[in-house]
Every structure is written in structure tokens, then in C-alpha cells.
């Protein structure tokens, strides 16, 4: 099983594109005829007003009335073959944002590249935070050595739950708000997509507290992978943005949000690019059910030992050009938007 891994993930690896911003298949200088193509990247910096910024793979910030909220960044991104892993603390040092104004990590799933960073992040970047995710991502963050277990807190047991009886899946147990200071936020129960050919190299949970952090890649185990349901709230306590986020691609109606009865729309989607392949209609799915008026893509670009100063490169596996032709031409009222690691995005519609 371990060679089958490393094979697969060679294959991912290889199959790199260079790119720069709006371009996708080409070298940094596109010669007429090339197989360039125009794809919604962004590069923006240093924007006013309230905006999120992406931290690449499925790494968030977003920053509102001076409130932060992280979701699960990860820059160590060891290269390939991935068999090993540890937090890599001069990546840490060198692209992470500030972040001390962060009182919310959530957490979707316990794979290495969204929760590897997320210890040393809290210890010394983020003193004041308090993580969110599965039960299985507070087995790991219990470790006796991090000092961190009592700033988890497992949502999982209280996510909005899908529940399937051949042949139909429903879901119970709506309007579990958390709410923290002027944000809010519910844990839906979603799905990992498989990696490659159906196939999920890293799945399983743990039921107890691990003595001592994994250096294994495959023993960075998934868990129950939750999706987030995210308010940024005004003066009044109203939502003034409804987000909705995954850090894994699902089959319906895994990650479906129950339907809020406020009135309030979706206004950003936040997806992951990997693995759109491996299940069913997604994202089209979840864009019908949402609308949202911005759909941002992340987990789109080769992390595999890439280098946060340099354009990222796109892989070529994840067949996200049919994806995003898909999505331009079948949903024309949303804008997407599919930002370089580092940038920022707007959340207001007159911002680019
Ligand atoms: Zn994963």
C-alpha cells in the first residue's frame, strides 16, 4: 500500500502546470498557438475593506472588524513522496500572516496538509485561539507535549448531520450555531473525496488522545470531515456575509448547509479544486442549492514542496479546466474567482 501511495502521488506531482495570473498551460512568457488558456486567477494585494486572503491549499484568513479567523492554513507542504512530515517552522516564520487577532481555527478534516501547522501556529502566532474541528483532530491536538488540548473544541458531535438509508440520504439536527465575539459558524457533516481512482489514501479516525504527534503521512488521519457554515455579523448581530466552506470535494448532500430561515443568501462559496474528478456533481450540486454570488476556489494549485514566492502551478491531474468551463458557462451569476496563494480577495461586490 505505502509504494502504491508514493506512486500516485509521483503522478500528481509530475503532472505540474506552470502559470501565471489569468493564464493557465503555459511558461511564464505564452507564445501565439500555445495551449494557454484564460482562467479566473487573481493576484490582488493590500485591498481595503473586508476581505479574505488565501493561505493556499485550504488555508483562509479572514479579518473582520479587526476579528481573525483562520481556516486551516498549511505551508509546510513537505515535497514528494510525502511518507514523512513535520511542521516546517522557517515556512511557518516566513508566510504566515499576523495572526494574533485570531480567537477561530476551524478545521475540516485531520490530513496533514490542514492541521500538520496548526499546533505551532496556535503555541506561537495565535495565543489567543481556539480551534474547532472533529474528534479525531482533537485526539491530535491533545498531545500531551503541545499543551493545547483545552483550547479544542469538537464540533462534530453537534454538526448538522446527513444520514443515508439505501437509497436516500436526509439531514437532521439543524442550527447549531457556535458564536464567537461578531462571527458565528455551524459544522455540517460532509465527505472526503478519494484521492485517486476511488481510492482515499489517508482515511480512518482516532477514538483516544495520541501520546505524541504523527510523523507518519498515513497516520494524519481524516476523521469525520466537516464542512462550515460561516457568519460575519454586523452591529446588530445580523449576518452581513454568509460563507460557506469546504476543504474537500463531497458527493450531495454531504456538506449541504440546512436551509436558514432569515433570508440571508450564501454570498461566498469557498471549494476545494482537488478531486473534483473523484465524486459526483461537485461543485454544481452545492452551487444550485446555494447561489452564491462569489465562488472561490482553493486547493487548486501544486503544494508539493512549492515555493509561496514564486507563481503557483496548477495540477494537471485535478481536470479543473472542464470544471471551471463548466461552472462559467452553467452558473453565469456567480463570480469566480481563483486566487494565488498570499492574495487577497474582496468580500465586497465593487472590489476586484
Ligand atoms: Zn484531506
Known amino acids: 500500500m505505502r509504494l502504491v501511495t508514493v506512486l500516485m502521488l509521483l503522478c500528481l506531482v509530475g503532472c505540474a502546470k506552470d502559470l501565471t495570473p489569468g493564464l493557465v498551460g503555459c511558461a511564464e512568457d505564452p507564445s501565439p498557438g500555445s495551449d494557454c488558456r484564460e482562467e479566473p486567477t487573481t493576484n490582488e494585494h493590500n485591498l481595503n475593506g473586508p476581505k479574505i486572503t488565501y493561505l493556499g491549499v485550504g488555508g483562509w484568513l479572514l479579518d473582520w472588524h479587526g476579528e481573525g479567523l483562520l481556516l486551516a492554513p498549511s505551508f509546510s507542504n513537505p515535497s514528494m513522496p510525502p511518507i514523512f512530515v513535520r511542521a516546517n517552522e522557517q515556512r511557518i516564520a516566513d508566510y504566515l500572516p499576523d495572526v494574533k487577532n485570531v480567537k477561530i481555527i476551524l478545521i475540516g478534516h485531520a490530513h496533514y496538509d490542514h492541521l500538520l501547522d496548526v499546533p505551532l501556529i496556535m503555541q506561537r502566532y495565535a495565543p489567543d485561539a481556539i480551534a474547532y474541528g472533529n474528534r479525531t483532530a482533537g485526539h491530535i491536538l491533545a498531545v500531551p507535549e503541545l499543551h493545547l488540548k483545552h483550547r479544542f473544541i469538537n464540533v462534530e458531535q453537534r454538526m448538522y448531520r446527513v444520514y443515508c438509508t439505501t437509497p436516500q440520504c436526509y439531514q437532521a439536527n439543524p442550527d447549531q450555531w457556535t458564536k464567537v465575539g461578531r462571527v458565528r459558524f455551524m459544522a455540517i457533516q460532509s465527505q472526503h473525496a478519494p484521492h485517486f481512482a476511488g481510492v482515499d489514501l489517508l482515511e480512518g479516525s482516532y477514538y483516544e488522545d495520541l501520546k505524541a504527534l504523527p510523523v507518519y503521512v498515513r497516520d494524519w488521519k481524516e476523521g469525520t470531515t466537516l464542512a462550515f457554515l460561516i457568519d460575519l455579523l454586523d452591529d446588530a448581530g445580523r449576518p452581513a456575509y454568509r460563507i460557506h466552506y469546504q476543504d474537500s470535494a463531497s458527493n450531495p448532500p454531504f456538506g449541504f448547509p440546512p436551509l436558514i430561515a432569515d433570508g440571508k443568501d450564501v454570498d461566498v462559496m469557498i471549494m476545494c479544486a482537488a478531486s473534483t474528478s473523484q465524486v459526483s456533481q461537485y461543485p454544481d450540486a452545492l452551487l444550485r442549492y446555494l447561489h452564491p454570488r462569489r465562488l472561490l476556489i482553493g486547493h487548486w494549485e501544486d503544494f508539493f ?48
Request: proline share 10%.
Open 305 to 352: 514542496g512549492n515555493d509561496l514566492g514564486r507563481p503557483p502551478r496548477l495540477l494537471r491531474a485535478q481536470k479543473e479546466h472542464q470544471m471551471l468551463t463548466r461552472i462559467s458557462t452553467g452558473f453565469k451569476d456567480t463570480r469566480m474567482v481563483m486566487p494565488f496563494p498570499l492574495s487577497e480577495v474582496a468580500l465586497r461586490d465593487d472590489e476586484p
